[in-house]
């Protein structure tokens, strides 16, 4: 087994590496503060991401991308979660409406959309959750009737990440309300600006923003339709599993465990360092370990994803294993901080720019975006194990 790079990766982590230490300000050993009231979307460097070539690094030439495959898009993903940069959109934008066209959308959506997305012209969402549809995606209530020549599209999603800033919104919708529920859904590609389309912006616990989304009688006409009439769930199982694959791997915990240990070595309350209490050091050590177990989760789920072999239930279980991981960060950030992991970054004197109080209050979404930890689990005791379901 081996678990090295190709020469032709590893050049693609320094390029992208060049890339961040090029366009992102310099941050100093404690990096940026907490993206309190952020959607994660900065433009200029969306922009600048696109005229590099770095948004699509996976998709084939002939949609705007590079052709380097699903390996090359998750050493994208790690070199800029370890700076810390915005790429919010790049996730909704590539990694989940552009990898659901890519896969079932109609070869004009492809020709017309795909290299748009590519170049860092549109910003695109996915709207599932609804206000009484969160995990049983499958409820949803919104509803798009045939009148005429269009679709309208009546109801309301809320949650969705991009959702207030995206030019597309690739909505699930119900457009058969006699057949069993699973059956009757259909995605739309929803342009923004049309008539009836109203988007909010929701802070959420964590300062980070999303979106409530309202359709009052939205038309769009049938080739906005992604997929196949009634095929929605067919379609949508796919794109959660892309995005199941995207929401593994360290992140940012990286570049944190690094600025842990720092503190630690350095900080002397009592005249002793922190580094010298046998429990800290042991978190320390248990959590750097985890987190190259999900790291190595992330890229076989992406290697799998790659080489056309099923990759579903690793997706879920590296998925699973990271959003867990970020309480044990947070934990183990508090345990090197003490009291001072309560400090915010509106303190000039917060340690690591309040990032461990930010933790605190956002690693409760890393385990229910993009799947909660409860689904993970019954996808992989079900689908994975062969276990019964709760129903049997």
Not at 96 to 115: A, H, I, N, T
Not at 185 to 192: A, E, I, K, S
Request: hydrophobic share 40%; glycine share 12%; proline share 6%.
């Amino acid at each position: 087994m081996d678990f090295s790079f190709t020469p032709e990766q590893e050049a693609l982590r320094r390029r992208i590496e060049a890339f961040c230490k090029k366009h992102l300000p310099r941050r100093g050993k404690q990096g940026p503060p907490p993206a309190e009231g952020s959607d994660g979307y900065d433009p200029e460097f969306h922009r600048k991401m696109a005229a590099a070539g770095l948004l699509s690094l996976g998709w084939p030439k002939e949609y705007g991308g590079e052709g380097l495959g699903r390996v090359a898009m998750a050493v994208f993903s790690e070199v800029v979660g370890l700076h810390e940069a915005p790429v919010g959109a790049v996730g909704t934008s590539v990694g989940l409406v552009g990898q659901s066209l890519f896969m079932y959308g109609s070869d004009e959506q492809k020709r017309d959309l795909l290299p748009r997305i590519a170049r860092g012209e549109i910003v695109c969402a996915l709207g599932i959750t609804e206000p009484n549809a969160g995990s049983d995606a499958a409820a949803c209530r919104t509803k798009a009737v045939l009148d005429g020549d269009v679709y309208r599209i009546a109801g309301s999603k809320i949650f969705v990440s991009s959702g207030h800033i995206a030019d597309f919104i690739l909505t699930l919708t119900r457009t058969d309300p006699n057949v069993p529920k699973h059956k009757g859904l259909t995605l739309f590609l929803v342009p923004t600006n049309l008539p009836g389309f109203k988007a909010n912006r929701i802070k959420t616990m964590s300062g980070w923003v999303v979106s409530e989304l309202q359709y009052d009688q939205v038309p769009v006409p049938p080739s906005a339709m992604v997929g196949g009439l009634n095929q929605g769930w067919v379609c949508l199982t796919k794109s959660l599993g892309e995005e199941r694959t995207g929401l593994g791997g360290t992140r940012n915990m990286k570049r944190l465990l690094g600025e842990m240990i720092v503190r630690a070595r350095e900080t002397t309350p009592n005249g002793r360092r922190v580094w010298e209490d046998d429990t800290i050091r042991r978190a320390i050590a248990e959590f750097a370990t985890k987190l190259e177990i999900a790291r190595l989760l992330y890229y076989q789920a992406a290697w799998l994803q790659e080489n056309k072999l099923p990759f579903d239930i690793p997706a879920a279980i590296s998925k699973l294993f990271t959003s867990e991981l970020y309480h044990e960060c947070a934990d183990v950030g508090g345990l090197v901080l003490g009291p001072e992991a309560q400090v915010t970054a509106a303190s000039p004197s917060a340690p690591l720019r309040g990032k461990i109080e930010y933790l605190h209050r956002h690693c409760p979404a890393s385990t229910i975006g993009g799947g909660t930890t409860q689904i993970q689990k019954n996808i992989i005791a079900i689908r994975g194990l062969g276990l019964p379901s709760g129903k049997e």
